[in-house]
């Protein structure tokens, strides 16, 4: 579902992530875990296709996402680490609005809105303004944005920020369930916990490079994941 050969971004003289090569299969929630600054976002931006590498080649599902991205993109459904919502729309007008930039047709559009709506426990909501929802409600608000058009890979930066314990608990039941038929998460978070709980593989990139990578096993062996996670970043922030 993803493949990077030799990606990279540079600023300048600062390098933010070295020569990275990366495979994620279908049917799997991929965990990429780092302190700030190590890298993460700006590799997650490069796979969303909303920042150009430097250098390399990305794949999306077979696609080329420098010389097919609109293809590459459709694929994909992306949530950042500080999503913009329309507050004077309603949910529905916010999601028919995003269904119409991936060209869906009315039908499947008004199908799918309703759809991702009772999913998220937002039906009863759909015609209220996006204002008068709660931090968690404008999280699942959204995810229903980024699977309305069924993408084949969810890129995900720092999910739970904010959530309470039951959103958290929707949010990784979604991801399990999305991973279970077929497709792929790619997940960016800093809750430890998170990771070990859902992820089928993880990665800690540390100063721009891919530090470790495996199973949860293999990546811990004798270890918690958060020792090895302090052991590798230097540093006791998680």
Not at 87 to 109: C, N, Q, S, W
Not at 206 to 217: C, K, P, S
Request: charged share 25%; with cysteine; glycine share 8%.
């Amino acid at each position: 579902m993803i493949r990077l050969r030799q990606v990279e971004k540079r600023y300048a003289d600062f390098q933010a992530v070295h020569p990275l090569d990366l495979d994620v299969e279908a049917g799997e929630v991929f965990g990429f875990l780092g302190l700030n600054g190590a890298g993460k976002t700006t590799t997650l931006r490069m796979l969303a296709g909303v920042l150009p590498p430097t250098a390399g080649t990305i794949e999306i599902d077979g696609r080329d996402l420098v010389k097919n991205p609109v293809e590459a993109r459709r694929r994909m459904g992306f949530i950042p680490d500080r999503p913009y919502l329309y507050d004077k729309l309603t949910a529905r007008e916010f999601l028919r609005f995003i269904g119409d930039v991936y060209g869906m047709a009315p039908a499947t559009l008004d199908e799918r809105v309703n759809a991702v709506l009772a999913a998220h426990a937002l039906q009863d909501w759909g015609d209220a303004l996006v204002e008068s929802y709660s931090h968690g409600m404008k999280q699942r608000l959204v995810l229903c944005g980024a699977l309305l058009h069924e993408p084949r890979l969810l890129i995900v930066d720092e999910p739970m920020v904010g959530l309470d314990p039951r959103g958290a608990r929707q949010i990784k039941e979604t991801f399990r369930t999305f991973a279970a038929e077929g497709r792929t998460v790619f997940l960016s978070t800093h809750t430890l916990a998170v990771a070990a709980e859902v992820c089928d593989r993880l990665a800690i990139i540390h100063r721009g490079r891919i530090a470790v990578m495996g199973t949860l096993q293999e990546v811990c062996a004798n270890e918690t994941l958060e020792d090895v996670f302090l052991r590798i970043t230097g540093s006791v922030e998680a």
